[in-house]
């Protein structure tokens, strides 16, 4: 349906001429129909937002199309826009899309979250298994344990929830559309919890000790023995003695104002900070810590930003630039993160331009 609307005006000016003055009748954006993509399916979202949106326009367009030019393509979308299934299927796709993308652009982020990986997952993970399965088996199973596909716990079909736009629709069908719709739906969050549970491992030592280095977490255990054990292969080159004995100074004892002027700042740069936080005797009273926390953040949350390099990558080394060295592409790729943030107002440094000379730009083999 989304293809076909798209279809329908993506190569005609007069037609999206028509659309405009429909939407300005019925009072909406006049804003583009979209085009739903056949690799990046996160982007149908935004088609499912932008087809409600204008969904009183469209309606309104198809029907003056289907009297007027009488065409078996436009009769056909309107007889979809006027089923009122299909646009309880776009609210429930509107509810349920956005929970998944705003997972997935979490997963994007090019900041040091693998602190909040596991909680984070684990909030989402629940929200979907209690909008079918019985609260009572969720809350008292271990998440790792739990079965989606288990259908003796799954709740009755009239209390799955799917969200409000749902609920202030389903109404309109009757008892047979509705069973199959909420069958449908309930398939769909079975399906989306099991290759949730496939991909993340709730049961993973790392991400559920490493949380308790997120300095949003408020009760905070005594001891970081744990989280030492867990990643031995960091924890060797620090004493364990003397790593708990600055945890405790850190969340427990609380003696350093300074502290608290860094609550605010990233986890990786708190922790960067922290290393030169000085006692009464002038001593790194926390610089142990500090360096066992930045080796563990240097852990990966996802592949993405890799992923971006990838990318950067074939859009310098192009086919009309394919005899670039490898250093020159390294070199274009460290000017680009150097600049990522202001490259308009970038301004080099001294020991930057110092580098800058016939001997070091081009050396004499």
Request: charged share 25%; aromatic share 10%; proline share 3%.
């Amino acid at each position: 349906m989304t293809r076909d609307i798209y279809n329908f005006f993506k190569n005609s000016a007069k037609r999206q001429r028509e659309l405009e003055e429909c939407q300005h009748f019925c009072e909406v954006e006049p804003h583009k129909i979209l085009k739903t993509s056949q690799t990046r399916w996160l982007s149908l979202l935004s088609v499912v937002k932008r087809i409600l949106e204008q969904w009183s326009a469209l309606e309104l367009y198809f029907t003056r199309s289907s009297l007027e030019d009488r065409m078996l393509s436009s009769e056909n979308i309107l007889y979809a826009l006027r089923n009122p299934l299909n646009k309880i299927y776009f609210y429930f796709l509107n509810w349920i899309l956005l929970k998944i993308v705003q997972s997935n652009e979490y997963f994007q982020s090019d900041k040091v979250i693998i602190t909040e990986v596991y909680p984070k997952m684990c909030s989402t993970y629940k929200d979907l298994l209690l909008c079918h399965m019985d609260p009572k088996y969720i809350n008292q199973t271990e998440l790792f344990l739990v079965d989606p596909e288990r259908e003796e716990q799954f709740i009755t079909l009239p209390n799955i929830y799917l969200g409000v736009g749902v609920l202030e629709h389903i109404s309109k069908l009757n008892a047979e559309e509705k069973k199959d719709f909420l069958m449908r739906c309930r398939n769909f969050l079975k399906t989306c919890c099991t290759e949730i549970l496939k991909r993340f491992n709730f049961n993973d030592p790392i991400l559920k000790s490493i949380c308790i280095l997120n300095k949003k977490k408020k009760i905070k255990p005594q001891s970081i023995i744990e989280l030492a054990n867990a990643i031995s292969r960091v924890s060797k080159n620090f004493s364990l003695q003397q790593l708990n004995n600055e945890w405790r100074a850190l969340f427990i004892i609380k003696t350093h104002p300074e502290i608290d002027s860094m609550v605010n700042t990233q986890i990786d740069q708190f922790c960067a900070e922290l290393r030169t936080v000085k006692n009464l005797l002038g001593e790194n009273q926390f610089e142990n810590i500090a360096n066992f926390a930045l080796d563990l953040l240097c852990y990966p949350h996802s592949n993405a930003e890799c992923e971006r390099t990838f990318s950067k990558c074939n859009l310098i080394k192009t086919d009309l630039r394919n005899k670039l060295g490898c250093d020159t592409v390294d070199a274009l790729l460290l000017s680009s993160q150097a600049t990522k943030k202001a490259c308009i107002t970038f301004k080099p440094t001294r020991k930057m331009l110092s580098c800058m000379t016939s001997d070091t730009l081009y050396k004499k083999l």
